[in-house]
């Protein structure tokens, strides 16, 4: 006979479980117990929120879901923003959460919230466990469901008596498996319309974001030459230093990449997902789309592909790659011009010393002390769009950010668990002054994991995406404006080391004597957003339309 706790985490373990990120309740110390003599690592955080948020990023970088931990009631009831984060970002993830014994109860309804239905339209899975020997079932299940494309959030709850209940039950071992490929007409049509087109252009999106996929893709770029651009969440899967990278669709319109958009007869949609804002919008009889993912487009107003091509992502560009060759009449020269002017214009303003800094200059600095492999976090704010335009990747996953959610308080969360997954890594968490209250509470949880870790506060002491919208939208100046506290003496608080630079030239060197320095760093940084409403609804549509 086996204990249900015992046996629950065995089955962790069996999954191949490294961490379980999250606050225990009284309701779980059964489980509790059963992790301390386990092989699993207890990450104990200050917020449910974050701790779901961490769990994410390890599922995101690696593939294999993150597990967090909450108790019943609020400690639930925390984790339906990182449910969400995770399941609209494709982030495997399995959530465990107590509940009050089922069987008999002498507490009535005291912190009783039916979280079973409450996760269930934020997550591909959810079930009350009502039994110990349906554990093992159970628990594959959920990561069957969290791990298959496309990846996201499951859940179960495990009730205080089921944990102490004994059982006999065994585990369910992993079933071998392979993903469904492309049927070969699908390929035969999308490489004909290849084939046909004079301007074909690739986009590159979030289902792309795969170890395979990337080198799939390397080898597809390289023998046919098409130039590529990405969505936000399509970053780093192909060099965006390379000589066909065109751009990221960052700005809603106008920008550069919409100009190369525009031109194109036959967009090949890589891994495009409709979480996404929209990199382009569809418009009858413009163009031919070929959507290539591992499922059928979700159609709406904006995005209603004429063929697809639906299977394993790698396979599918390894069959249209054999299927193709460079084709004569193909004509990049216009595709060229847009990535000249881009990058011409991508090197403006990395040399602005204004104080507070620009945010092209904190971008350019950033990335200059930051090799390939190293990996930043972004938290949500105006500076994103910075980060998205102008911060080139090198490999997957080296950018981190949310364009599903979209949820501000991410960032310094998100960093930890990519400081767990890559221990020889460089991470650095850009936060706003914002999104960084919402979980600043974390910095203590950085320190006492003895976490090295930067972390860049960009200070504007305002929501400052929302207020630059307000702006735009001539609305007057109201409700955004926020008060701070000292950033280096709060820092110095957790045991951290805080830092403010003086002057724009001191910013860089400052950042790679933190990055160069065991522990945890915060640099506060007072950012300057007043052009940007110039820079990105005027001058750069402008520049851009100058191309043709």
């Not at 090949?268 to 929209?278: A, F, L, S």
């Not at 790659?321 to 214009?345: I, K």
């Not at 403006?348 to 990996?375: I, K, N, S, Y």
Request: net charge negative; proline share 6%; with cysteine.
């Amino acid at each position: 006979m086996t204990k249900a706790s015992d046996l629950f985490v065995a089955a962790l373990e069996a999954e191949g479980v490294q961490y379980v990120f999250g606050i225990p309740g009284e309701e779980n110390l059964d489980l509790l117990e059963s992790l301390r003599t386990s092989t699993i690592e207890l990450v104990l955080t200050r917020h449910e929120q974050a701790a779901g948020f961490m769990a994410a990023t390890y599922g995101r970088l690696t593939g294999k879901a993150g597990v967090c931990l909450s108790t019943l009631g609020p400690g639930a009831t925390n984790l339906i923003t990182a449910a969400a984060y995770a399941q609209l970002g494709a982030m495997p993830m399995l959530m465990i959460t107590g509940q009050k014994p089922i069987k008999t109860s002498k507490q009535g309804h005291f912190q009783i919230v039916d979280v079973v239905d409450t996760m269930r339209p934020l997550t591909k899975y959810t079930r009350q466990i009502v039994a110990a020997d349906s554990i093992p079932a159970r628990v594959r299940e959920a990561f069957r469901r969290a791990e298959e494309e496309r990846p996201g959030a499951t859940h179960l709850e495990l009730p205080q008596d089921i944990a102490g209940d004994p059982t006999q039950a065994r585990l369910i071992p992993a079933s071998f498996s392979r993903r469904p490929v492309a049927e070969d007409k699908a390929i035969e049509r999308a490489a004909q319309a290849i084939a046909q087109a004079r301007h074909p252009l690739l986009m590159v999106g979030a289902g792309a974001n795969r170890k395979t996929t990337s080198k799939t893709l390397e080898q597809f770029v390289a023998k046919l030459g098409i130039p590529y651009f990405t969505t936000q969440m399509g970053k780093g899967v192909l060099d965006e230093e390379g000589p066909l990278w065109l751009g990221n669709a960052a700005l809603s319109d106008h920008d550069f990449v919409h100009r190369a958009i525009d031109a194109a007869d036959c967009i090949v949609n890589i891994g495009h997902d409709v979480i996404e804002k929209p990199p382009f919008f569809m418009r009858e009889g413009r163009r031919t789309v070929i959507h290539v993912n591992y499922a059928a487009a979700e159609v709406d107003a904006v995005y209603f592909p004429q063929i697809e091509v639906i299977g394993d992502i790698a396979h599918s560009v390894w069959r249209l790659s054999e299927a193709l060759q460079p084709q004569a009449h193909w004509d990049f020269g216009y595709f060229d011009r847009v990535r000249a002017a881009l990058l011409e214009q991508l090197r403006e303003r990395t040399a602005d010393d204004r104080f507070p800094m620009a945010p092209q200059r904190l971008v350019a600095d950033v990335r200059r002390e930051l090799t390939p492999r190293d990996v930043v976090c972004l938290d949500n704010g105006l500076y994103k769009l910075w980060f998205a335009r102008s911060y080139r990747c090198r490999e997957p996953n080296t950018l981190l950010l949310d364009n599903a959610l979209a949820t501000m308080g991410a960032g310094l969360p998100s960093a930890i668990g990519a400081r767990i997954v890559c221990p020889d890594r460089k991470v650095v968490a850009v936060c706003g002054d914002g999104g960084f209250m919402m979980n600043s509470q974390e910095l203590e949880t950085a320190v006492r994991l003895g976490l090295d870790l930067v972390v860049l506060v960009l200070r504007d002491d305002a929501y400052g995406m929302i207020k630059w919208k307000q702006a735009h939208e001539r609305y007057p100046s109201f409700g955004m404006d926020l008060g701070n506290p000292d950033f280096v003496e709060y820092a110095r608080s957790y045991g951290a080391r805080g830092h403010r630079p003086a002057s724009a030239d001191e910013f860089a060197p400052l950042l790679r004597r933190a990055l160069d320095a065991p522990g945890v760093d915060l640099i506060e940084v007072p950012i300057d957003y007043s052009d940007d409403d110039v820079i990105l609804n005027q001058d750069i549509p402008q520049r851009a339309a100058a191309v043709v």
